[in-house]
C-alpha cells in the first residue's frame, strides 16, 4: 500500500520537466503594428447666433390698487346700495353707503346761525365806530369853541371886567369838553382789538361749517375707480364708529405679480449696460424698456396675457436673496368668459415670461457638452482637445459660451469614457 506513490514519482517529475524545455525554447509572440482605431462621435460645429434670454417663474396675482373704505364719522347706516356685496363690480363714482347726517346737518346750521350772529355784530361795531367818529368830530369843534371862550374870559377877567367866577365857569366847561373828547377817542382806539375779537370768531365758525360740511361729505361712500368688492362690514340700521374698516374691494384695472427671479437670471435679462451709462440713468429708464414679459395661467397655459415690468422693489428677498420684479396686466377682466377663459383674479397663481435684450454673435452648446467648465472639441487631425471655457447663463438646454470657442470649433457632444486629451476620434455631423 505505501509502495504505489512512490511507483508514481518518476512519471510525474518527467512531464514536468519535458514542460520546462519546450517553453524554454519555444519563440516569443509576433509583434503587430498598427494605430488604434478612431472613435466616432457626433460634433456640433459652432456658429455665431442671435439669443435672446429667456427666463420663466411664478407668482400670485393681486389687485394693482385696492379701496379700504374706512368710517370717518360716526353714525347709524341708513342706505346700503343693493350691488354692495362681496364679488360684485361697481362703477367709478357710485355712492354705495350712507350714514344718517342728521347730527351733523344740524351742527352745519348752528355754526352758520353763530356766523350770522358773528357778521351783524361786525355790522353793529361798524356803524357806532362811525357814529362815534361823527360825535368825536362834534365834541372837538365843542371843546375849541370852549377853549376859545376861556381864553377871552381869562384877559377879561385879569382886566378886571368880568369877576373870577365866570372864568372858574368857563374852565369847567373846556375840562368837560376834553373829557368827552378824550373818551370818545378812548372808544374808537378800542374798536380795532373789538373788531379782531370779532373776526376771529368768525373765523373759527367758517371752520366750524367747513367741518361740519366735511363730515356731511363723509357720510356718504362712494367708489373711487372701478371695483370688485371683496368684504362688506356695514349694515343697515348699524352704528359705525369712526375708525372702523366697512367696505374692502379691488381695483378691476390692472393686476400685479411680483416675480422672484435669481440675480444671475436677471442681469441676463438687462443685457450689456452702456459704457458711461450713471446709475441715474439706469433707474430712469428702467427694466421695462428692455424686458418683454407674457402672463398665463397656471390652470390653463393656453391663455397668453401680455404684461410689463413696472418696478424693482428696493431689497432682495430676505431669504432666497432673489430679485423681486413688479409685473403688472392691464385689463384682468378684459374678454372674460368663464369658464373658458377666467378673468386674472387675485390669489390666481400665474407663470410668466420674461424676454431680455438680444444677444448677438454669441455661441451655445448643449449643457451636456459642458464638463465640469470644460468642454471636448475636436482638434487638428481629429484629435481630441480638452478646453477651458467661461459660461454667462443656461436657458433651454444650452449654455451661452462667452470665452473659450470660436466659430467654426467642433465641439463633442457625446459622453466620452474615458476622454483623454490626443485620441483619435472619427467626428460625425447629426442631422439637422
Known sequence: MRLAPLLALPPIALGIAAAVWMISSAPGPA??????????????????EEIRPTVTAWGNLHAAETWVAVAEVQGEVIWRHPDLEPGRLIPEGTEVLRIDPADYELALAQSQADLAALEAERAQLDAEAENTARILALEQDRLRLAEADLERTRRLAEQGTVPQAR???????????????AELENSLALNPSRAARITAQIARSEAAIARARRSLERTALT????LRVTEVNAERFQTVAPGQVVIRADGIAAAEVVA???IDSFRSLLGDTPVGTTLAEMMREGPAARIDVTLSPLSDPAQIWPARVVRIEGALDARARTVPVVVTVDDPYEGADPPRRLPLVPNMQVGLTFQGTPLTGVMAIPEAALHAGMVRVVGPDDLLELRQVTTAFAQDGRVIITEGLSPGDRVVIDDIVPAIPGMALTPVEPPE
Open 260 to 262: 422672484h427671479l435669481a
Open 31 to 48: 509583434r503587430v503594428e498598427g494605430a488604434a482605431p478612431a472613435l466616432p462621435v457626433r460634433v456640433l460645429t459652432i456658429t455665431a
Open 167 to 181: 372864568a372858574d365857569e368857563a374852565e369847567r366847561a373846556t375840562l368837560l369838553a376834553r373829557r368827552t373828547v
Open 223 to 226: 367708489t373711487p375707480f372701478d
